[in-house]
């Protein structure tokens, strides 16, 4: 498994499909899925010039934080306990999975502890599946509405991790549904929220969420290999 060679490919693909769907590559970055992965990974990846690393496990990423010594950028992406969010403080430089107004509370708790922001997504489960984490659309304005007003945290978009599907076409609803959204709550000019991040996409659909808006997309196994 070469990390270089993958990362070179899959850098390769998201300009090509930039280029097809007339966007800029520059507007989409690859958040590098480490869970599971020793820091020696991380390191061989940071040498080919990856520098966005999202985790899942607090207490992996806590020990992961010590070994890795490359001047990376982390971000969370997995599901979180308010009683793990003191870990993250001032380590993470974004929160993929906020999904409930008690998470963004206790976020804004902790980072005003060092006088700080951090930047932060609000997850939505779009596919509404009992097994996964996010706030229903339903419910999406009303939580942005009410985590706008804490001074520790940033919106700066949403979060999506649809049903999984082997044709990536089936996924392409889910990712623009996530993209109108979006769009609804910046026509609302809400202050203190931005909708210029859209975190969606893996190894398998990258391109699809690529070329319905994504400007972060979470890939692992095309890069780290299978867990």
Same mark, same amino acid.
Request: net charge negative; with cysteine.
């Given at each position: 498994? #070469?990390?270089?060679?993958?990362?070179?490919?899959?850098?390769? !693909?998201?300009?090509?499909?930039?280029?097809?769907?007339?966007?800029?590559? +520059?507007?989409?970055?690859?958040?590098?899925? %480490?869970?599971?992965?020793?820091?020696? #990974?991380? #390191?061989? +990846?940071?040498?080919?010039?990856?520098?966005?690393?999202?985790? %899942?496990?607090?207490?992996?990423? *806590?020990?992961?934080?010590?070994?890795?010594?490359?001047?990376?950028?982390?971000?969370?992406?997995?599901?979180?306990?308010?009683?793990?969010?003191?870990?993250? !403080?001032?380590? *993470?430089?974004?929160?993929?999975? *906020?999904?409930?107004?008690?998470?963004?509370?206790?976020?804004? !708790?902790?980072?005003?502890?060092?006088?700080?922001?951090?930047?932060?997504?609000?997850?939505?489960?779009?596919?509404?599946?009992?097994?996964?984490?996010?706030?229903?659309?339903? @419910?999406?304005?009303?939580?942005? !509405?009410?985590?706008?007003?804490?001074?520790?945290?940033?919106?700066?978009?949403?979060?999506?991790?649809?049903?999984?599907?082997?044709?990536?076409?089936?996924?392409?609803?889910?990712?623009?549904?996530?993209?109108?959204? +979006?769009?609804?709550?910046?026509?609302? @000019?809400?202050? @203190?929220?931005?909708?210029?991040?859209? %975190?969606?996409?893996? %190894?398998?659909?990258?391109?699809? +969420?690529?070329?319905?808006?994504?400007?972060?997309?979470?890939?692992?196994?095309?890069?780290?290999?299978?867990?």
């Amino acid at each position: 498994m #070469d990390i270089a060679t993958n990362i070179a490919e899959i850098q390769k !693909r998201i300009a090509a499909v930039c280029k097809r769907c007339g966007r800029n590559p +520059a507007e989409v970055r690859l958040v590098a899925v %480490s869970k599971k992965k020793p820091a020696e #990974d991380i #390191d061989a +990846a940071f040498a080919a010039g990856q520098t966005l690393f999202g985790e %899942s496990y607090v207490q992996e990423f *806590v020990a992961k934080v010590e070994a890795v010594k490359a001047a990376v950028e982390w971000h969370f992406i997995g599901a979180l306990q308010s009683n793990k969010v003191k870990y993250l !403080r001032g380590k *993470v430089a974004m929160i993929h999975s *906020v999904d409930r107004f008690s998470l963004a509370e206790e976020i804004d !708790r902790q980072w005003g502890k060092d006088n700080a922001c951090v930047d932060i997504l609000i997850q939505v489960n779009i596919g509404e599946e009992a097994s996964k984490s996010g706030t229903t659309a339903s @419910d999406l304005i009303e939580l942005i !509405r009410q985590v706008a007003r804490l001074e520790h945290v940033r919106i700066k978009g949403l979060m999506t991790l649809p049903p999984w599907q082997a044709d990536c076409e089936e996924v392409r609803p889910y990712f623009r549904q996530l993209r109108q959204l +979006a769009g609804q709550i910046a026509d609302l @000019d809400l202050p @203190d929220v931005g909708m210029h991040e859209l %975190s969606m996409g893996m %190894s398998h659909d990258y391109e699809v +969420a690529i070329e319905e808006g994504a400007t972060l997309i979470r890939i692992g196994t095309a890069i780290f290999g299978e867990r």
